[in-house]
């Protein structure tokens, strides 16, 4: 499962600048976090799945990160609903009041279960929109858009490399994994949970040693190109808002700015 994988297109999504991209990241994952109204949430993921649609991006990867993140969103209502608090009781405390200092601990609260479902449905709704950027972006572009909004472009390459590093990682971990499978190791599919973190340094300690490797001569290959040596630098392609950019761009204002008045309005 990969958030960054590129996905070639000619939709109104992938011809629009970079530069515009990030603004709507930045300003809907403020929003996003801003909201505390559960419509307003719903309205904002619906719309995500619409640009989802109109950027012709499969759909069966957002099944996938729904399915990752599953288990982690039961923990967080879970958790919630036992110490966020409030006062419409639904089970009374799992520890009695005559326990010692943590006596009425454990209650499970209407209040506490409703913002453990906001907080996983604000996660659900960032995790889907971080893919609009990054399936719809090449990596080079992305870079060329930070460091046009003023980042170094020292920064903006060390940023983008790292995002690039991911799916080479993530090949690196199925390729060791095939390789211990050819040698008879399937813990990772057959074991047992504890038998699995158990086993996870023969995972780490080779993927961390490529890594550091692959980082050594990527580093050899910079110094023999002499990056960094001068503030400016020339680009290959070159970026340019024109009306449609500057149309979307206020379209992203216009919507967050509603987003907010509605969140209040309703709450």
Do not use: C
């Amino acid at each position: 499962m990969s958030l960054i994988e590129y996905y070639p297109g000619d939709t109104f999504f992938h011809r629009l600048d970079p530069r515009v991209k990030i603004a709507l990241l930045i300003i809907m994952t403020l929003v996003i976090f801003a909201v505390k109204n559960f419509l307003v949430i719903g309205l904002i993921f619906a719309t995500v799945i619409v640009l989802w649609s109109s950027a012709k991006l499969p759909l069966y990867k957002f099944k996938t990160y729904f399915k990752f993140l599953f288990s982690l969103f039961v923990i967080l209502i879970i958790l919630q609903s036992l110490f966020y608090g409030g006062n419409t009781i639904l089970v009374k405390p799992v520890i009695p009041d005559a326990v010692p200092l943590i006596g009425g601990s454990g209650k499970v609260t209407m209040e506490g279960l409703v913002f453990g479902f906001l907080i996983s449905l604000r996660l659900l709704t960032l995790v889907a929109l971080l893919p609009l950027i990054s399936m719809t972006t090449p990596v080079h572009l992305l870079a060329l858009g930070l460091v046009r909004l003023g980042m170094s472009h020292k920064i903006a390459y060390t940023a983008t490399t790292t995002i690039n590093l991911i799916p080479t990682l993530q090949a690196e971990t199925r390729t060791i994994m095939d390789a211990q499978k050819l040698r008879g190791f399937t813990t990772f599919e057959d074991g047992k949970w504890w038998q699995k973190m158990k086993a996870y340094p023969t995972l780490v300690v080779p993927l961390v040693i490529g890594a550091m490797r692959g980082a050594q001569l990527m580093g050899v290959a910079m110094d023999a190109r002499a990056f960094g040596t001068s503030k400016e630098r020339t680009y290959i392609e070159t970026i340019k808002m024109n009306t449609a950019d500057w149309v979307t761009l206020a379209l992203i204002t216009v919507y967050a700015v509603a987003a907010l008045i509605l969140n209040f309005v309703v709450l």
